[in-house]
């Protein structure tokens, strides 16, 4: 019996305190207060950065601006891993920190996980508030995998060699 509490308490804690993010990060601190994001708010970002800065306005109906200080700032921090990205909502706005492009995408890629699921349609309304939080994630090994399977997926060897 106290089995089974002990497990309910965990499935229950879990649900309450985790942010629904795929894959799961390293770790999620959350704060107190919202923050709101209106259609008045600018997207800041380094000049390498800029790809993702237009991705993130295909979702949301924000401005990219070239000014110093913005609502959303994507930052390239050189302390970070390649694919490490940290991501923080405050009363400050947004800030979303990665050792390179990987890293700040896949902070991107969390940041709209934390919205409304219809954001993905790409036709959300603003103002939308968002929960403090800071999220710190980065892959836990050094390299990708790949699987190359041409039993069940018929490639020729053209591709095969270009895959390689």
Not at 39 to 65: M, V
Not at 125 to 143: N, Q, V
Request: charged share 20%.
């Amino acid at each position: 019996m106290k089995w089974r509490l002990f497990f309910a308490f965990l499935f229950v804690a879990n649900t309450l305190f985790a942010a629904d993010i795929i894959p799961q990060p390293n770790s999620i601190i959350k704060g107190n207060g919202t923050f709101t994001l209106n259609s008045h708010a600018t997207i800041i970002c380094d000049k390498e950065l800029d790809n993702a800065a237009a991705y993130l306005c295909e979702y949301l109906p924000l401005q990219y601006s070239p000014a110093k200080r913005g609502d959303i700032q994507l930052l390239l921090d050189e302390k970070l891993k390649s694919e490490e990205y940290l991501l923080r909502i405050d009363n400050k706005g947004i800030e979303i920190r990665g050792g390179a492009y990987g890293g700040v995408f896949n902070g991107v890629q969390s940041l709209l996980q934390l919205m409304p699921a219809k954001v993905y349609t790409k036709n959300i309304k603003l103002p939308i508030s968002l929960e403090h939080i800071t999220i710190s994630d980065a892959p836990r090994y050094d390299y990708r995998g790949f699987l190359l399977d041409v039993a069940r997926t018929f490639m020729p060897l053209h591709e095969v060699k270009r895959a390689i």
